[in-house]
Nanobody, 123 residues
Framework: QVQLAESGGGSVQAGGSLTLSCAAS????????MGWFRQAPGKEREFVAA????????YYADSVKGRFTISRDNTKNIVYLQMNSLKPEDTAVYSC????????????????WGQGTQVTVSS
């Protein structure tokens, strides 16, 4: 299994931008689909975005479509989440996750998880 470590979280005002990074180690990164999920206080974890192992196919939750962009660099074993036009409702702990094979959008399909990074958006 790959080990994952997120970075790049922080506090930002509404309308601002942040880029999250997730560095992978210990496994064949390029054979894993990658996903970003988030969990706000008192709410269930929800899907945010996912990218196929080769990076050619991406998926987004409706709530972030057009504002967030997921990408990956298989030469550096990193997946990114560029977040623009942030809203207070984007406030959550963001976690990256990895799974072998094709992309799936349900968190239960992902076997490796990072520790999460806090994103706080103030109005």
């Amino acid at each position: 299994q790959v080990q994952l470590a997120e970075s790049g979280g922080g506090s930002v005002q509404a309308g601002g931008s942040l880029t999250l990074s997730c560095a992978a180690s210990g496994g064949a990164f390029s054979s894993h689909a990658m996903g970003w999920f988030r969990q706000a206080p008192g709410k269930e974890r929800e899907f945010v975005a996912a990218v196929s192992w080769g990076g050619s196919t991406t998926y987004y939750a409706d709530s972030v479509k057009g504002r967030f962009t997921i990408s990956r660099d298989n030469t550096k074993n990193i997946v990114y989440l560029q977040m623009n036009s942030l809203k207070p409702e984007d406030t959550a702990v963001y976690s990256c996750a990895a799974k072998r094979g094709p992309v799936q959008l349900n968190s239960g399909a992902f076997g490796s998880w990072g520790q999460g990074t806090q994103v706080t958006v103030s109005s």
